[in-house]
């Protein structure tokens, strides 16, 4: 029986903001067309990794609106000529205190508010070059929390839900701690243990590992 070959997808990550942020860069090597993901600062070092992958972007992809995760979208929007997508619609008061939230924390240059050019939901079409994205709502973190997934290559983008070890953070006014855990209970341990997933810190983990050993995930 022949199996259909892996999605050609290449990912480099660099690192932005005093949060190290995973900001990440997405591409088709087919069409060496991509995406930045999460570009919270730094804009000059992302457009330099760009320019090193030789990668023509045709979007910004955001996971959540946190400031370290989108504080550089509307600068690298505008440098590069083009749209932001996602997150969901409910993270867009976080997309509008960027400014404030840059200036407490002490990002280099600060940070613009963004207005996304296509809000998500999921089960919205989303590609990048020849790649299909798969878009799951996973809140908690935040209310507009998206997670994306490359079904065929196995990889899931996570943002902040999941992480090595340990889950999302809960303890804002609009965190919630139950919600995040369902989520990554219903919708992204299905995914599969053989899933690589890429969290906006830290190193990268799988669903079998967090299924195996996550102390916040339920035996």
């Given at each position: 029986?022949?199996?259909?070959?892996?999605?050609?997808?290449?990912?480099?990550?660099?690192?932005?903001?005093?949060?190290?942020?995973n900001?990440?860069?997405?591409?088709?090597?087919?069409?060496m067309?991509?995406?930045?993901?999460?570009?919270?600062?730094?804009?000059?070092?992302?457009q330099?990794?760009?320019a090193?992958?030789?990668?023509?972007?045709?979007?910004?992809?955001?996971?959540?609106?946190?400031?370290?995760?989108a504080?550089?979208?509307?600068?690298?929007a505008?440098?590069?000529?083009?749209?932001?997508?996602?997150?969901?619609?409910a993270?867009?008061?976080?997309l509008?205190?960027?400014?404030?939230?840059?200036?407490?924390?002490?990002?280099?240059?600060?940070?613009?508010?963004?207005?996304?050019?296509?809000?998500?939901?999921?089960?919205?079409a989303?590609?990048?070059?020849?790649?299909?994205?798969?878009?799951?709502?996973?809140?908690?973190?935040t209310?507009?929390?998206?997670v994306f997934?490359?079904?065929?290559?196995?990889?899931?983008?996570?943002?902040?839900?999941l992480?090595?070890?340990?889950?999302?953070?809960?303890?804002?006014?609009?965190?919630?701690?139950?919600?995040?855990?369902?989520?990554?209970?219903?919708?992204?341990?299905?995914?599969?243990?053989?899933?690589?997933?890429?969290?906006?810190?830290?190193p990268?983990?799988?669903?079998?590992?967090e299924r195996?050993?996550?102390?916040?995930?339920?035996?």
């Amino acid at each position: 029986m022949e199996t259909a070959p892996a999605q050609p997808v290449q990912i480099a990550i660099v690192p932005v903001t005093p949060f190290a942020q995973n900001c990440s860069i997405l591409w088709c090597t087919k069409t060496m067309k991509g995406a930045v993901i999460d570009p919270g600062g730094d804009v000059d070092r992302i457009q330099a990794a760009v320019a090193e992958t030789g990668v023509t972007i045709e979007k910004i992809l955001l996971t959540h609106g946190h400031v370290d995760h989108a504080a550089g979208a509307a600068a690298l929007a505008e440098q590069l000529k083009v749209p932001v997508e996602g997150p969901h619609a409910a993270d867009q008061f976080l997309l509008d205190e960027i400014p404030a939230s840059a200036t407490k924390f002490g990002f280099e240059g600060g940070g613009r508010a963004v207005t996304p050019d296509r809000y998500l939901s999921e089960g919205d079409a989303l590609s990048v070059g020849a790649l299909d994205i798969d878009i799951l709502h996973v809140p908690g973190h935040t209310p507009g929390h998206l997670v994306f997934v490359l079904k065929d290559a196995n990889i899931a983008i996570v943002g902040d839900t999941l992480f090595r070890g340990s889950v999302g953070r809960t303890d804002f006014p609009y965190g919630d701690h139950e919600q995040l855990i369902a989520g990554i209970v219903e919708k992204m341990l299905p995914l599969g243990d053989g899933v690589v997933c890429l969290p906006g810190h830290g190193p990268l983990t799988s669903i079998g590992d967090e299924r195996a050993r996550n102390p916040f995930l339920p035996r």
